[in-house]
Every structure is written in structure tokens, then in C-alpha cells.
């Protein structure tokens, strides 16, 4: 579910009782299964429109037509009761919005909430529960105020009933989940929430400079009111097991017991940039045969603040192994000048791909890595295997090519934060790819494209990496090699380790620069242990796989962490010309339908919870887990059990909770 920021038009006077929303992002469209000319909704009605539209009615009228976010056409206001938009007009809210019980009175500044596309006083998405009314959940404490990313209130709106228990949505420091806030004029925060056992709490708020005090908050039946605006973000618990998979949970506070795993917060350990995933061209092939509001859901699930909220991005230069077809930015032979040089087939996938992403979550950092470079720089004059040419004229070309890579980004509006010379430096593939030597390796870094990048001025960190072959000869030469050289390694900005070369990690980490995952394995390999199937599997097997792998490179010292494919159809496979091998993906598209898999939801409870800035914690106990304090002063920790389900109790911010682990599953607490 994505919180996103919503325009709203101001009303005149005369007007003053009708709540007028206006648009978001996305593409036009009236929602084409309904007649555009009938009554197709009413304003403010829960469970209106479908996911992706939210319903758009003349001034004067509760009636309107579902229109897709984003289309001025559909559903057009009449322009005679509109000031001019200004994002410091505030809208009446009227007493009872559409006879919703429960909805005070107030005005709300520029900005409303919307989510998956709907006015936030409507339902609940994940759940179709009511946010307000007779059928509302429990009652909303907290209020709705702010001067900046972490504004409090008091009191709020509530709902009639709900269910007794702790937990709830939204708590805390309140408001629709998200961590920090939404900048803009007029802000929703506040603590309390929805009190309802089982709840989902909310991580965070929107905020502004401006926005609606409430005057108290009641809570529902057995419920807990809000405190009027508790800067702390709320508890959460999410457990995921086979079959039931990110199911929100409670906790209860005890005082004995041994606890299974305790945070110790003396101990300190990295600190944590955050996770990501490459975008590749196949990745967003697939997402195009997903109607717009499931590409939406996607995305948002990808990179919003309620999904896994990614943080990086990581773009081959020219063609992957899930490209969808080989390529390079520059095929016009011995062009040494790069004249040639063009990002074009860049803009048909990656680009877009790239953008959409970012208007989500505006903090994506990026970096780049090649396959292959250009075929007329490799030995082999082919895009899959072959050597890089050790000449000065192709070198120096080279670094040309990432250097004008980097510039033609930044004219699209992306900034290219790393770049590293080859992916898997070592292997010659069925695919793109391309063998370096060592020697040439560190000459190129240190005497090439280092200095290329530094006379470019962009302040693009150079990567050493993306290394992956472990063979004592291979890859551990290379990263030695360069650490070794101190022109070299005066270069060196960070450092990419992927695959089988979590053994080098002491080395990378002695080089006193960050040290990033840059590519999660793919699972299902053809080569064994477990027998190859068709399609990729995405099971249960992968998602437990991935947690060992997360795990141990986390443990070991990396920064960042990066999956592979994101999305791609169920079958999973590239444009490998020898090999079959159907890799697993986050997301997989088949026959139009989204599905989520078991390993997405493994990212997820790391990367929805752990921000960017947070210090790796150390942990005592018999089970399996991680854990940080985040910048905000809370606490996660996260938890793999691979037994049956059990009782687990966890230290965790000077308190002991004692909660229900799921069999062959894993537990986030955040406190």
C-alpha cells in the first residue's frame, strides 16, 4: 500500500461543504467496464472505485465518475466554483462526510492522503476495512498536525467499535505509514490509530508545514486511545511462514523467561545504505502487460514505504543476460572518440523503468555496471565472452564510454552515483560478458577511467567490482591486485561483491571503504544440488535460501544489499544461448496476473523496516536473526526459525515480548 501526495482544489465559500479531490500521478482513462456517462460513485464512499481511480464529482454533487488518477478529462470539475490551485488553501471538511459518523470537523491543508490511489478516508486497501464510519475498526487517536517530517497532534478522528488488543493502524508517530514525511504544505501525523488485535501498525506520517489539530482521539470498544502525538513510531510485528506469508501479529510484554534472542545495543557494527535490485529490460517488459493500476501496485510494492521499499538501483550499460537482446551503447567500429556513443535503446526500457520507480521513492540511489563493453574493444569481436583488448587507445575509449554513460543520464535527470569497469570480470558466459586480467584490470581503474572520472566532475564514485568468481585465481587476484596498487586503490570508492565470493570479505573490508552485496543469486541452478525444474520455482525453498543469504553477507560486513531480477515471468529465464535456467525473481508477471513470491517477502521484512543510517546491532541468543537500531531511535530485529512453531521471547529496547513464531517462518519486531 503507497501513500502518495494528493492535490486538492480550494472551494469558494459557497461550495465550502463539498470535498473536491483532484490528482495524483499516472495516465488518463475513466474506468472503461462502467458507462462514463452514468453515475458511477459517490464521494467519500468506501469500497467506490477500483484500486488506481478515485471518484471525481462536479462541484455541488456527491456523485461523480470513477476516474483513473491523473486524467484532467474524465470527470471534469466545474471550473466556475475553483480559485486557482494553491497548495495553502485549506478545504472544509464537512461534519459528517457522507454520513460517516465519526469524521470531525476541521480543514486540511494543501495536500491530502490517497492510498493505492484512494482518498485515505475511505478503506482500508490490504484489508477493506473502513478508515471511518459505523463500520469503522476500533477508533483513530493521534491528530492530524505538523511543522516538518516528524509533526505530532492531538486527538484525531474515531470510528464506532473495534476489536480489543494492542497493535493497530496507525500508532506511533502516526499517520499513513510511511517513514518520515511527505514534504509539502499541510501534513497528516499524530499517534494512535485504529486499535484492533492483529492490527498493522503504521510506520511513520506524512507531514507539512501546516495542518488540522484534532481535539481528542476514542478508542474503539477494548481498544487504546491515541496520545496525541508521541513523537515514537509505533510497535510492529509481521510474521511470514509457507501459505501465510506477511500476516500482522501481536506481542506481549512479560517480565521472566529466557529470551531467545536479545538485541545488545552496546554492540555496534556497520552502518547500514540499504537494499535494492537492478532494473532490467525483461523486468519491465513484463511489468507493460500488467494493467496500469497492477504496474502501480508493482512498483509500489518494489519501492514504496508499505512494500520493500528499495533504496537502490542498480543499471546494466547496455545489454544483461535479461536484456532482450544484446546490445552496447556504442557498436559503430574502432569510434575511439565516442562519437557514436548513444543511450537511445536506453530510453525504450531502462529509462522509463528507472523513472516510474523514482516517482515513488525520490531517494533511489543509482549505480551502473557493463556486461560487455563495446565488441570491437573485446579480442572475440562478440557481445558473449571474449577479452578486453589491454591497448591504450581502446582503454582510454573505454573510460570515454563510461564517462558520456554517466553524462547522457544526468540529461535524462539521473544521477549515476558508482560505476564499476565489468560485471563478473572473470567469467566468459553464453551471454554478455566479457575476461579481464588483473593487470588490466587495476591499469584501467588507476590509470583510466579513475582519472576519467575525476576530469568529468560528476563526483561519480568508482566501484572495484562487481566481483563474483571465487577461485583463488580469479577475482581474489583481482580485488588484491588493486588494493595492492596505491594508485589504484586511491581510486577506489567502494567495493561490489556478489555470489560465491563472501570469502573475500575480510580483504574488501580492510580496504576501509563500504563493501555492497551487488547481486542476490538467483536460485535454481542447473548445475545442482537440488534438481533443476521448469518453471522457476519461487517457493518456499528460494524465499529460505535467500534469508541464509541476506543473512550471512549482512553479518559479514556489506552496506548495501541488492537483489537480482525484481520482476519477470514466471518462467524466468535470459537470453543465455547455451544454458537453460529459469532464475527466480521478487515479482513474477504470468498471463497478465502480478504474483508476489515467498523471497520478496523475505527482502521485505529487512528492507521495509531497516532505514538507511541505521547501525547494525549485536545479538545474544539460540535463534537465527539481525538486528539494528534505525536513525529514528527504533529498534528492529529480525528472525528466521527454521523448526516448528514455537513461543519466542526477544530482548529488544529494555523490554522483553514474547510473541508466536511461526513453523519454518520469520518474525520483524520494531520497538
Not at 471534469?76 to 466554483?81: P, T
Not at 513484463?286 to 533504496?311: E, I, P, T, W
Request: hydrophobic letters at 35%; aromatic letters at 8%.
Amino acid at each position: 500500500m503507497k501513500a502518495t501526495a494528493m492535490w486538492r482544489a480550494p472551494l469558494r465559500a459557497s461550495s465550502a461543504i463539498h470535498l473536491i479531490t483532484a490528482i495524483a500521478i499516472s495516465v488518463g482513462g475513466c474506468y472503461d467496464s462502467l458507462d462514463e456517462s452514468a453515475v458511477t460513485c459517490r464521494v467519500n464512499r468506501a469500497k467506490n472505485c477500483p484500486n488506481g481511480y478515485v471518484c471525481r464529482a462536479p462541484a455541488g454533487s456527491i456523485f461523480g465518475r470513477c476516474c483513473l488518477l491523473g486524467d484532467l478529462a474524465c470527470g471534469v470539475l466545474d471550473a466556475s466554483v475553483l480559485d486557482a490551485p494553491g497548495p495553502n488553501t485549506d478545504v472544509p471538511i464537512p461534519e459528517s462526510l457522507d454520513g460517516a459518523p465519526g469524521a470531525e470537523a476541521g480543514t486540511i491543508g494543501g495536500y491530502d492522503v490517497a492510498v493505492d490511489g484512494k482518498p485515505q478516508i475511505g478503506v482500508d486497501a490490504d484489508r477493506d476495512v473502513p478508515l471511518s464510519g459505523p463500520d469503522a475498526v476500533g477508533g483513530a487517536g493521534g491528530g492530524t498536525s505538523g511543522t516538518g517530517g516528524t509533526s505530532t497532534g492531538t486527538g484525531g478522528r474515531s470510528g464506532r467499535g473495534g476489536a480489543s488488543g494492542t497493535g493497530g493502524r496507525p500508532s506511533g508517530s502516526g499517520g499513513i505509514s510511511a517513514n518520515g514525511g511527505v514534504p509539502g504544505t499541510g501534513g497528516l501525523s499524530g499517534t494512535g490509530g485504529i486499535p484492533r488485535t492483529g492490527g498493522i501498525p503504521g510506520t511513520g506520517g506524512l507531514s507539512g508545514t501546516g495542518g488540522l489539530a484534532g481535539t481528542g482521539g476514542t478508542p474503539g470498544t477494548g481498544g487504546t486511545p491515541g496520545t496525541g502525538g508521541a513523537p515514537v513510531p509505533p510497535s510492529t510485528l509481521v510474521t511470514s511462514a509457507e501459505g501465510a506469508y506477511w500476516q500482522p501479529g501481536t506481542f506481549t510484554e512479560v517480565t521472566s523467561g529466557v529470551a531467545d534472542l536479545s538485541v545488545v545495543e552496546s554492540t555496534v557494527y556497520q552502518t547500514w545504505e540499504g537494499f535494492g535490485g537492478t532494473f532490467n529490460e525483461m523486468g519491465w517488459s513484463y511489468l507493460m502487460q500488467l494493467s496500469v493500476s497492477d504496474r502501480g501496485r508493482a512498483m509500489n510494492l518494489l519501492f514504496g514505504a508499505d512494500g520493500a521499499h528499495f533504496n537502490f538501483g542498480r543499471i546494466p550499460m547496455g545489454a544483461s543476460d535479461y536484456a532482450l537482446e544484446r546490445y552496447t551503447e556504442d557498436e559503430t567500429p574502432n569510434d575511439t572518440s565516442m562519437a557514436a556513443f548513444s543511450i537511445t535503446r536506453d530510453k525504450q526500457y531502462l529509462v522509463p523503468y528507472i523513472k516510474s520507480a523514482l516517482t515513488i521513492n525520490p531517494n533511489i540511489r543509482l549505480w551502473a555496471s557493463p556486461w560487455t563493453p563495446p565488441t570491437w574493444m573485446k579480442d572475440s569481436g562478440a557481445f558473449d565472452g571474449g577479452n578486453m583488448k589491454d591497448t591504450d587507445a581502446i582503454l582510454t575509449a573505454y573510460a570515454q564510454y563510461f564517462v558520456k554513460f554517466v553524462q547522457a543520464y544526468a540529461t535524462e535527470g539521473l544521477t549515476i552515483e558508482a560505476v564499476a569497469p565489468q560485471n563478473d570480470p572473470s567469467f566468459a558466459q553464453s551471454y554478455p560478458s566479457c575476461v579481464w586480467s588483473s593487470a588490466t584490470y587495476t591499469k584501467f581503474l588507476g590509470s583510466y577511467l579513475g582519472p576519467a572520472l575525476g576530469a568529468a566532475g560528476r563526483g561519480t564514485k568508482l566501484m572495484l567490482g562487481a566481483l563474483s568468481n571465487a577461485e583463488p585465481s580469479k577475482d581474489p587476484v583481482i580485488l588484491s591486485s588493486t588494493l595492492a596498487d596505491p594508485v589504484a586503490k586511491g581510486y577506489v570508492g567502494l567495493i561490489g561483491l556478489q555470489w560465491d565470493i563472501l570469502g573475500q570479505m575480510v580483504n574488501a573490508v580492510s580496504a576501509g571503504v563500504p563493501v555492497w552485496q551487488t547481486g542476490h543469486k538467483g536460485g535454481n541452478y542447473p548445475w545442482g544440488p537440488n534438481p533443476y525444474v521448469e518453471p522457476a520455482p519461487n517457493d518456499h525453498a528460494y524465499a529460505v535460501e535467500s534469508w541464509g543469504l541476506i543473512r550471512d553477507w549482512i553479518a559479514a560486513g556489506v552496506t548495501a544489499y541488492m537483489a537480482w531480477n525484481m520482476v519477470l515471468d514466471n518462467m524466468g529465464k535470459g537470453i543465455d544461448t547455451d544454458r537453460e535456467w529459469s532464475q527466480n525473481a521478487l515479482l513474477t508477471v504470468n498471463n497478465g496476473q502480478l504474483t508476489i513470491t515467498p523471497a520478496f517477502q523475505v527482502f521485505r521484512h529487512l528492507s521495509q523496516f531497516v532505514q538507511p543510517g541505521a547501525k547494525r546491532l549485536g545479538t545474544n541468543g539460540t535463534a537465527d536473526g539481525l538486528a539494528f537500531k534505525n536513525p529514528d531511535g527504533t529498534i528492529v530485529a529480525v528472525m528466521y526459525n527454521p523448526g516448528a512453531a514455537a513461543n519466542y521471547i526477544v530482548s529488544i529496547g529494555g523490554k522483553k515480548v514474547r510473541f508466536s513464531m511461526p513453523t519454518n517462518g520469520w518474525a520483524t519486531i520494531r520497538l
